[in-house]
Nanobody, 116 residues
Framework: QVQLVESGGGLVQPGGSLRISCVASGLSFSRYAMRWYRQAPGKERELVASIPSGGGATNYADSVKGRFTISRDDAKNTVYLQMNDLKLEDTAVYYC?????????WGQGTQVTVSA
């Protein structure tokens, strides 16, 4: 059974930093491209960052470029999202997503709230 479990969300002040993690099990993690999505209340889910299988070139939404960094540790079956200089508009539930060909899986999400 495939599981993606996110953690590390919480409440942070504007300008602060947070690192969220996603641990995968039940799949060959290194063979999967990994993505982070987010969904704010009343808004559609949007792609935040992606990293291919084996690492390499990463991609980011324009709204987070220069502030967020996606990385992966295949030995730990884990993908990370380092979020710096957080803004109020970064408040959302953040979801981990794994993709390989026609196979894809979602995590349950972790809440990130940016508030003064």
């Amino acid at each position: 059974q495939v599981q993606l479990v996110e953690s590390g969300g919480g409440l942070v002040q504007p300008g602060g930093s947070l690192r969220i993690s996603c641990v995968a099990s039940g799949l060959s993690f290194s063979r999967y491209a990994m993505r982070w999505y987010r969904q704010a209340p009343g808004k559609e889910r949007e792609l935040v960052a992606s990293i291919p299988s084996g690492g390499g070139a990463t991609n980011y939404a324009d709204s987070v470029k220069g502030r967020f960094t996606i990385s992966r540790d295949d030995a730990k079956n884990t993908v990370y999202l380092q979020m710096n200089d957080l803004k109020l508009e970064d408040t959302a539930v953040y979801y981990c997503y794994a993709l390989r060909a026609w196979l894809d899986y979602w995590g349950q999400g972790t809440q990130v709230t940016v508030s003064a």
